[in-house]
Nanobody
């Protein structure tokens, strides 16, 4: 059974930084393009944040060079370094494989507020 455990979220002031982690089990992530999605308050749909393949990385336009996605296949984990956080970044952050359907974990909550 595929499972993702996200961690690293929390409360941070505008302009602050967080590093999110996602540990996978039940799969070997080396075989997959991995991604981060987020669910904003009051929204049902999760929106794409960033994805990482074997080498290539892609980001949503709103990231604007503030976030960096990375992967460690030996640890079966991916990460999201987030800098210059804005209140609009508040939401639940989830990792998954770029497959259809996507398995989801419980996510980790990020709150950006003064």
């Amino acid at each position: 059974q595929v499972q993702f455990v996200e961690s690293g979220g929390g409360l941070v002031q505008p302009g602050g930084s967080l590093r999110l982690s996602c540990e996978a089990s039940g799969i070997s992530i080396i075989a997959f393009t991995m991604a981060w999605y987020r669910q904003l308050p009051g929204k049902q749909q999760r929106e794409f944040v960033a994805r990482v393949g074997a080498v290539a990385k892609h980001y949503a336009d709103f990231v604007k060079d503030r976030f960096t996605i990375s992967r460690d296949n030996d640890k079966n984990a991916i990460f999201l370094e987030m800098n210059s956080l804005e209140p609009e970044d508040t939401g639940g952050y989830f990792c998954s494989t770029e497959t259809n359907p996507r398995p989801w974990g419980q996510g980790t909550q990020v709150t950006v507020s003064a």
